[in-house]
């Protein structure tokens, strides 16, 4: 498991700069604007990507039946998020996604800040 860089989006625009999905998942810091860019670049697979919830909603249901699961189809990008920082951060205010496999799966986090 890798921890991702975060990268912050400016008027400007951002390099694209994609990296590979680890194996065992990935985490990445979450201000709650922020939004994970992924590519799957297989031709025919897709992948899909769970998201931890790690607290627990309002009914006291926690653990993996809250997960998030988001298929990415084959030969796309796909922008998901941003998320909730009360349902998705860990108590070091990271995101925590794990992959049905990480072959072929490229991303990059991008937090959407506005700037004042």
Not at 24 to 33: I, L, R, S
Not at 68 to 83: D, E, S
């Amino acid at each position: 498991m890798a921890d991702k860089t975060v990268v912050a989006a400016a008027e400007a625009g951002i390099t694209e700069t994609l990296t590979a999905a680890s194996v065992g998942g990935d985490t990445f810091t979450n201000d709650g604007k922020t939004i994970l860019v992924v590519k799957n670049a297989h031709a025919t697979l897709s992948r899909t990507l769970t998201f931890d919830v790690p607290n627990i909603d309002n009914f006291g249901i926690s653990g993996s039946a809250l997960d998030r699961a988001v298929v990415v189809l084959a030969l796309t990008t796909q922008y998901i998020g941003p998320f909730s920082k009360a349902k998705f951060n860990d108590a070091n205010n990271k995101v925590t996604v794990t992959y049905s496999s990480e072959a072929d799966l490229t991303m990059q986090a991008v937090s959407v800040t506005a700037v004042a």
